[in-house]
């Protein structure tokens, strides 16, 4: 476990930005709730009418007037995007930072193998997801007691989960590539984590483009079908999981056999 | 046995060659030299040996072992020095130092000190903060710390200033004499000739020799050099006993290679004033490898 105490202590800082910066936007975004709560029927409406780009954005299932609502949309998108980014830049650097750093030189020679190196980086990046999210969760808690509000804690619960996998699944997927290059890599993660959002977008608009909810994690965190359904979407989910647990695989299998240079 | 087996070892990059047919051994308890100028193809050998390169072809064994196998075993019993140590920038030496030892599941706080206050090394700097040389004090204090069987050290002195690399040569010559293996490559001559006992010269990715110090110095030729007052003959130059030539005032170099007496009826003429007769050194051998293809090296 020396190398995931490693990388979670290498990652703390950035960590505590993300956490701290989620957590802020989400905190501001209840906070206004109250006195937006009674524009909100004005507002459903014209986001009701606004056609194509409500339903992008999954406004068109979804009642702005309530709190689950209102907190799907608006703390959705900034723990989608932030996480999404951070899940990014976390995966597409895990491997890569080694080479451009030319610290693979000190620690591949040591006696561990690169499956260990490997797994013990992807352990890390997932406890550091379960952190800023069991962190924003509390955020999110403490404001809304603060605001009076009673979430529904079970939808609360599964919106949250899907977050997490998501941030996963972006996770595992960058992690993936992160195997085959060297460096320049963050310019490579954040254009995965926007295609993967704007996908999610395109997938929303029309049905000829469903397809796309079977590319993008983005797919699982369908607030409007968490709340109608109470449940994740299982296809989009499980389809999701076994693409960024293959292209993970891909790239240690890679990374196994690949010339440090 | 040996410590580090290789045998038609090569590398290719792309089409490109990066070794080809390397093969030689270090004995355990040896001191060895791998000599060879920038490019030659030395780090890529010793890169394939720590596993950090995949072979295009050929055997690469530690202690009997294949390096592609086993590796976590493996590599617990020995100490490396890349040739440009870089570690994490943000990370104080204690700390590096520590996380090195703890990935060897080993407890070398002991050593570690030790090894700190002989190299004068300050443990409470950031890695970011250090030039190369202190890079390469927590490089040499990484690999030494676990008190390793075998050292495998790629150019380890380069950066270290002289006192420092007179320190580094002490640590590894009680670590020799205590049983340990050392490979160290370089291409600083006068290191190798002083502290190794075997050494292999490598050349475009190929070996040209690999045997030991004493025999890779020893020709049958030998060093002249001689002071003398009188005004050199003519003949002297024409000798075809006489190789590389030098002159300088009223100093006089050369290579001889033919009869002792010969060489004493030559100086007899000359009025000299100082001589001596040595074997070349091996900055003399390496140039000859250098200069030629290497197949010349009996006419030396």
Redesign the interface.
Known sequence: M??FK?ELK?GCVSLIAWTASISALISVCIFIYPQMKNQMVDISKAFSDMGSFSSAFGMDKINFGDFMGYFSIECGNVLGLGGAFFAALLGITALSKEES?????????????RL?VLLQKLTAGICQFVLLDAVVLSAIIICCAAVGEKPDMGLFMLIMMSYLIMQIDIFCICFGISAFIGNKSIGIGLGVAVSLYFLNLISNLTDKAEFLKFITPFSCTDCGYILENRCVNMKYLIVGIAVSVMLASVGALWYN?K??S | MNAVTVRNLSKYYGKSLGIKSVSFDVKEGDFFGFIGPNGAGKSTTIRILMGLISRSGGEAMLFGNDVSKNKSRLYSDIGYMPSEPLFYGNMRVGELLKLSARLRKADCDKEAKLLCERLKLDTSKRISQLSLGNRKKVSIVCAMQHNPKLYILDEPTSGLDPLMQHEFYSLLEEKNKVGATILLSSHVLIEVQKYCKNAAIIRNGSILVSDSIENLGHTEAKRVSLKCNSVFDESLYKCRSIKDFSKSGDCLSFLYKGSPNELISVLSALDVEDLSITEPDLDEVFMHYYSSDGSERKSL
């Open positions: 020396t190398l490693h290498a750093g030319h610290t693979a030189d000190f620690l591949l020679t040591h006696p561990i193998s260990t056999n010339d440090i």
